[in-house]
């Protein structure tokens, strides 16, 4: 048995990363690019767990334009570690590390068909956010074309 340590991402965690990604449905699975800036250029506030391999990872930044904003662009863990506390252990990295540096609010979408997601933030104190054109889409309605036509999303907001 492997001990879990959960780190700063390193830049050549990112095919890693994209293999685990792969396994995380229905969220989505980006271009290798994009695994692989987050590694190299906002490793600071992302994250990744591993035991004998990686077991889980939270992308997230400080945005430059407000910096008391934060984003986790996605979050997954492995199979075998669902229902571990582990999602709650790199969600409550990655606040701890953006509260430090001056974050007071934490934002992010997600599709809604992801209620697993959609449960799990509304359990971790997030707030789903209603801004423009509303649809239904389940437990909270999602922002209409939000990622483009047809591309609805759930935004939610946690202070911090």
Known sequence: MYELIIRNVREDDFLAIAELAEKCPPMVTER?????????????????????????FILGFISQSDPSEAYIHLLCTAPSH??????DELLQTFI?????RGAGKVLLITKPVNQRAIRFYLRNGFEHVESGRMVESGPVRAIADYNGPGEDMVLFRRFI
């Open 32 to 56: 290798n690019s994009i695994y692989h800036i987050f590694t190299r250029f906002s490793s600071e506030t992302s994250f990744i767990a591993e035991d004998d391999g990686a077991a889980g």
């Open 82 to 87: 669902r229902g571990t506390g582990l999602a």
């Open 96 to 100: 701890d590390t953006v509260k430090s």
